[in-house]
């Protein structure tokens, strides 16, 4: 199993514990949530290629840097939402694509049901956004599409994952780099990540 980067910095850590902790609010969930999303994209994005561009300042010409591709956000309805809420003001540019995937309870196996993803997914450094991964399942259904529709560089961005999610994962996508906030102990009967932070959507949205 190739092994996810794990961002520990105590920002991280400290926005993850508020995330975690059951009386939060959902105000503060979702505050909390995009603070973390931000640090984690960030480092998510720290070997991106830039081109060389040119700049006048106020008092002369200089070098600065822009993206060398397009970067699109892919959210996984509807939880990651709370994370490309907090990244998109950080790339404002980004083109943003959704992939719907519910769960079935009753298995636990991923259940497609809406997709809309751009057409330049072949040229542009690809971020799948979801706050857990428990399974796999969601995950691994969402990087097929993307593949498919044409996808060479994609970065899945997780708050929470456990042993058993990284390992299903990596079997199917070992060429996409995970990066998240905690590797946890593993799943419940129910699969959900223990400790977790129970269902991230519902905590997010309220609902």
Known sequence: MDSPVVVSHPLAQIHLTEIRRVNTTCGQFRWHLQRLAEILFIEATRHLKTSAIRVQTPLAETEGAA?????????????????????????????????????DEATAQPMPYYSKLPSVLAQADVFLLDPMLATGGSACSAVNQLKEAGATSITFICVVSCPHGL?????????????????????????????????????????
């Open 67 to 103: 993206f060398a591709r397009p970067i699109v956000l892919v959210p996984i309805l509807r939880a990651g939402l709370g994370l490309q809420e907090a990244i998109l003001p950080l790339v404002p540019d980004a083109i943003v694509a959704h992939v719907g995937i519910a769960r």
């Open 167 to 207: 390992q299903a994962f990596a079997a199917q996508h070992p060429d996409v780099p995970v990066i998240t906030a905690a590797v946890d102990d593993g799943l419940n009967d129910r699969c959900y990540i223990v400790p977790g932070l129970g269902d991230a959507g519902d905590r997010c949205f309220g609902t």
